[in-house]
């Protein structure tokens, strides 16, 4: 069942949480007309799938490209993408947040350059140059269905259906340009049912095609569909193997930050509580899913480690579900994609804004430039070029994402965006002066999850990362050190190379136009008093 809600509340969802996009303009419909037809057509569509907070090491094919994370369940249908196109073992996160990242997606440019530098800091401008206005000029329909999370309206759209801010795991609000519907049913189906609907069946089959599926999942709460509320309720999951780390041997900032499975999982977290938006059919059977687990765990007075571990449980379990909904998503679009003989001239591409720690060092959530956090998943199939079973090691990051898709459709990239283009990596050709180190920042601090201000470089053996408002420095040898324990910063052995790399981080500073002042204002937060230590009841 849908529901139509008035075009005023719906700009008023948009503008207090998220954002959409606007008409073409007309010199944009002049390039479309021009762009018709055969010749128009030989270039091929996209379709890009953009997961929210999907860890690289909570897919499969990963599992045998990284040393750190447990072994998890499966993920057959995005092991099937990585079989038939090419894997990216080294993609990652300019900034590992949400409203920053996909900002840095959509425009080429780090958040200092884009505006958006924090999740409280993120309406991207309407007037900024993004990859989906150019490419709907050089001739492209575009359509983004799901989330959105930058405030503005979007702009470069033939068609958007957005969730207003991060959106609800169930019975979503989408809002477009001229309305916002309520559906019935769970988001990740939801927004691919729109999704393959214009594919289907509104979208003009003579002109090329750009098709965003921009899921809200798995972010925070873990709220699994109905389909999957029954998996791994016998599974006990292996722990991580830093599951007990202390933080020891890193620097201060790292040893007490509020995302703590031990400490900062509320109830909510842990679906002691339900969603509070439920239809009494979706609530009969969460409760069927979850009422007997959480009355057994209420009755068996866990305290301590014991505690920790049935969080750890619970939370996994939660999280891997959402990922199986993902992973049944992305089979969908690749049967349609086939069914419709669309595969051979489609580039299909798999990401997230950036990884998430499953329990690596005790935590949930992301935002540091420790590995668990800032790679992220890179899947592309392409049959027409890319080798089956192909594997990529080279360093790549979501900066480079806006230019791949001009180069794909044969449009103009500015000088103003910041990436490289993938597309000579997607035909097996690593250009001899491709990057050899990433540049990170992040700036959301003071803020959710208590993560102070950092930023780094990482090569493809080392990791040097700079605490600017403590004064403290971390370097990781990532051949002997791959789980990032132990800082080697004071390392004498390792003088050499901490000269080396302070080098390549102050080059690539410049390189990138980062102001030598930190660009982000200082502004007051609290956190809600349900997510406060000293609140959290889970009995």
């Known amino acids: 069942m849908n529901l139509r809600l008035p075009v005023r509340a719906a700009a008023f969802l948009i503008l207090s949480s998220c954002a959409t996009a606007s008409a073409p303009t007309a010199g944009s419909e002049a390039a479309v007309a021009s762009a018709r037809g055969t010749e128009a057509q030989a270039r091929p569509n996209i379709v890009f799938m953009f997961a929210d907070d999907h860890a690289a090491h ?70 900024t140059v993004t990859f989906p206005k150019l490419m709907q000029a050089a001739g492209y329909q575009t359509a983004l269905f799901g989330k959105w ?28 340009a001229t309305d916002s519907v309520r559906h019935t049913g769970y988001t ?34 873990w709220d699994p569909g109905p389909d999957q509320l029954a998996m791994y309720r016998d599974t006990l999951f292996a722990e991580p193997p830093t599951f007990w780390d202390s933080a020891g041997g890193r620097a201060s900032p790292a040893r ?21 938006n439920l239809t009494p059919e979706q609530r009969a ?27 750890y449980q619970r939370y996994i379990a939660d999280y891997m579900r959402v990922v199986s909904a993902l992973d049944a998503q992305a089979g969908r679009v690749v049967e349609a994609l086939d069914n ?12 997230s804004d950036q990884g998430f720690f499953l329990g690596d060092h005790g935590w949930f959530d992301k935002r540091w430039m420790y590995e668990e956090s800032i790679r992220t998943p890179l899947i ?22 806006a230019e791949t898709f001009l180069d794909l459709a044969g449009a103009p990239i500015p000088a103003s965006m910041q990436g490289r283009s993938l597309v000579p990596l997607l035909k097996g050709k690593t250009p001899r002066d491709w990057r050899s180190a990433i540049y990170y920042q992040y700036f959301e601090y003071p803020g959710w999850h208590a993560v102070r201000r ?86």
Request: charged share 25%; glycine share 6%; aromatic share 10%.
């Open 454 to 539: 950092q930023y780094g470089v990482r090569t493809d053996r080392y990791k040097l990362i700079h605490y600017y408002e403590t004064s403290e420095w971390e370097l990781f040898d990532l051949d002997r050190d791959p789980e990032e324990l132990k800082s080697v910063y004071a390392d004498r052995a390792y003088a050499g190379v901490v000269k080396r790399l302070e080098g390549t981080l102050r080059g690539l500073r410049r390189q990138y136009a980062v102001p030598d002042r930190d660009p982000a204002p200082y502004q007051p937060f609290t956190l809600p008093p349900e997510y406060q230590r000293s609140n959290i009841r889970l009995k």
């Open 340 to 351: 419709a003989g669309l595969a051979d001239n489609t580039v299909l591409v798999y990401t």
């Open 58 to 127: 909570a897919i499969s094919a990963y599992r045998s490209h990284l040393r750190y994370g447990a072994r998890l369940p499966a993920t057959p249908n995005l092991d099937r993408l990585a079989r038939d196109g090419m894997l990216f073992v080294n993609a990652f996160a300019t900034n590992s947040i949400c409203g920053p990242a996909r900002a840095t997606v959509f425009t080429g440019q780090y958040g200092h350059l884009n505006g958006v530098l924090t999740n409280t800091i993120n309406e991207l401008h309407p007037a």
């Open 188 to 221: 990740l189906d939801i927004v691919t049912d729109r999704a393959l609907a214009w594919l289907s069946s509104a979208r003009d089959p003579n002109r090329p095609f750009m098709m965003m599926l921009h899921f809200n999942g798995p972010h925070r709460w």
């Open 380 to 401: 592309v199939r392409w049959p027409a070029s890319i080798e089956p079973g192909s594997r990529n090691t080279d360093l790549v990051m979501n900066l480079d994402l």
């Open 149 to 176: 999370h930058l405030r503005s309206r979007p702009e470069g759209f033939d068609l958007y259906e957005i969730l207003a801010g991060q959106g609800p795991y169930y019975n979503p609000v989408l809002i477009s």
């Open 285 to 311: 059977r969460w409760e069927s899913a979850y009422d007997a687990e959480n009355a057994k765990f209420r009755a068996s007075g866990l305290q301590g480690d014991e505690l920790t571990r049935w969080k």
């Open 256 to 276: 007490d930050p509020e995302m703590k499975i031990a400490l900062d999982m509320n109830a909510r977290d842990l679906k002691l509580e339900p969603p509070n």
